[in-house]
């Protein structure tokens, strides 16, 4: 029995009481061995506690209107007696994590106690994760798969969360490709890294395609049964740069030829993709809006007639008709709104052109124009450039990236136009290159020659083309109408 203390001559005996004791000392709780679980293990989980060393100095209630509380994660799952010091459950009582837990000691008419607070954690069961990787090249995700179609293991690397390596096998036929153990109950992934090239594809990549039988592209999986069997099918795609073009139509004097379709429902142009000869089975249209022989529709390139374009000087002498001249280009700053310039050598820009806000400005070069800097042009202004030789863009423009360069411009030369004119060959790996204007080659070719690299190639485009749609109004204030000069002749005069 506890403590015995006298209240009005009468006798009572109160476990943990100590009549005039008023520091109240707490249940001591004992702390579990181990504090780790495992989900779903047999063995159990053990809450122990011992009585309060003093519980105050009211004894006006009986004592077994007193016990205690067990609370887990601030919840008070269950109350027990005076006499149970100790509560067992199941590993699997408690969900994965780590919880707090406590005792509350109470007494009716007296104030609880509690204990220190403690911790136990409860982790996943371990299994094994197997698969196959196979090549579901004209397959359906169904087959999933046939042994036959496994992909060559040499050299790849699978692992659980781009960490736990799994075991690859080499020996192609055998009943998985890779298997890793001691993998948690939960959602994870597959890191599978150092594929071969697909067999006879040169310039193609795998792409993952076919998760345990059907489309998908996600190697998430949730960890349950014991083994877990992912299968992983890859199809071939190609690792090529490519372009795409918006808020415009695109048309070339002579065929029209991608090396490559544009990523999974991506295109190459939002609209017309026309074209004076044939257009190869590649190139994609958002509408499917394909011209081509274009316009007669003759069955010959050379019966069709192209379509006309100006040249340099026929568009200098229309739009560039009282020009300020310089040997050199204008510093942004002091660009004019309305102002058109003629620069009468090749020039270049060296560093980020930044261009005022509301001005809207044509500038034609009398040469080649080299752009080794970022343009940047307010949403509220227009700027266009006007060569006669041609326009080469860095590979790599002062004040972009890290993962993109822009050009808030309007390009047009009678020469070539290259995005990338210094590269020193066609692996090396470029930014993306957005330019935020028309890009037109009046005459001549586009080298689009920017390179994101295999594995970026296969869903982004090197080069975006995607003009403003304002500056189609911006424009019209340099090149909207062709700059007419009068004066009033006399009468009679010759």
């Known amino acids: ?49 011992s009585k309060p060393k003093s519980w105050g100095n009211t004894c006006s209630e009986p004592c077994d209107q007193a016990g205690f509380r067990l609370f887990v994660d601030g919840i008070n799952i269950k109350s027990f007696g005076l006499s149970v010091l100790q509560a067992v459950y199941d590993s699997d009582s408690f969900a994965v994590g780590t919880h707090s837990w406590f005792i509350r000691a109470y007494r009716t008419g007296a104030s609880s106690v509690d204990s220190i607070t403690r911790s136990f954690t409860i982790t996943s069961p371990a299994v094994t994760v197997r698969g196959y990787l196979w090549d579901a090249t004209g397959q359906s995700c169904a087959a999933n798969p046939d042994p036959g179609l496994e992909i060559p293991s040499s050299g790849v690397t699978v692992k659980v969360d781009g960490t736990q390596s799994a075991t690859v096998d080499q020996n192609p036929g055998t009943p998985y490709t890779f298997s890793v153990g001691n993998v948690s109950v939960n959602g994870h992934y597959l890191a599978v890294e150092n594929l071969p090239e697909p067999p006879g594809q040169p310039g193609t990549a795998y792409q993952l395609t076919c998760v345990n039988g059907l489309e998908s592209g996600s190697s998430n999986f949730s960890a349950s049964a014991d083994p877990t069997t992912v299968n992983l099918g890859y199809r071939p795609v190609s690792t090529a740069a490519w372009t795409q073009a918006f808020n415009g139509n695109v048309h070339t004097n002579n065929l029209l030829s991608y090396l490559r379709p544009p990523a999974e429902d991506q295109f190459h142009g939002q609209y ?39 040249t340099y000087s026929q568009m200098r002498s229309l739009y560039g008709r009282g020009a300020s001249a310089s040997a050199t280009l204008p510093a942004a700053g002091t660009l004019a709104n309305g102002g058109i310039y003629r620069v009468t050598q090749s020039e270049v820009i060296n560093g980020v052109y930044n261009v005022p806000s509301g001005v809207r400005a ?22 266009a450039f006007i060569t006669r030789d041609g326009i080469n863009i860095d590979k790599k423009l002062a004040g972009g990236g890290p993962d993109q360069d822009a050009i808030q411009a309007t390009l047009i030369s009678e020469g070539v136009i290259n995005t990338a004119y210094n590269r020193s060959d066609t692996t090396e790996i470029h930014r993306q290159l957005l330019i935020e204007g028309n890009l037109i080659s009046l005459t001549n070719t586009l080298f689009l020659y920017r390179n994101l690299g ?39 005069a010759q």
């Open 362 to 383: 044509l500038i034609f070069v009398d040469g080649t124009l080299t752009i080794n800097g970022e343009i940047r042009t307010p949403s509220n202004a227009y700027l």
């Open 272 to 310: 017309l993709l026309s074209a004076r000869g044939e257009i190869n089975l590649q190139v994609v249209s958002e509408p499917g809006w394909l011209g081509a022989l274009y316009p007669q529709g003759n069955l010959s390139v050379f019966d069709n007639f192209p379509i006309p374009s100006p």
């Open 454 to 492: 295999e594995e970026e190639n296969i869903d982004n485009p090197a080069e975006i083309v995607r003009p403003r749609i304002s500056s189609f109004i911006r424009a019209k204030n340099v090149l909207g109408k062709p700059r007419v000069f009068w004066r009033e002749i006399p009468a009679g």
């Open 1 to 49: 029995m506890g403590d015995v203390c006298n209240k009005n001559g009468t006798k009572n005996e109160c476990e943990w009481k100590t009549c005039g004791v008023v520091n109240v000392k707490g249940p001591v709780t004992t702390d579990m061995d181990p504090t780790t679980y495992i989900y779903g293990d047999p063995l159990d989980i053990v809450f122990e506690w």
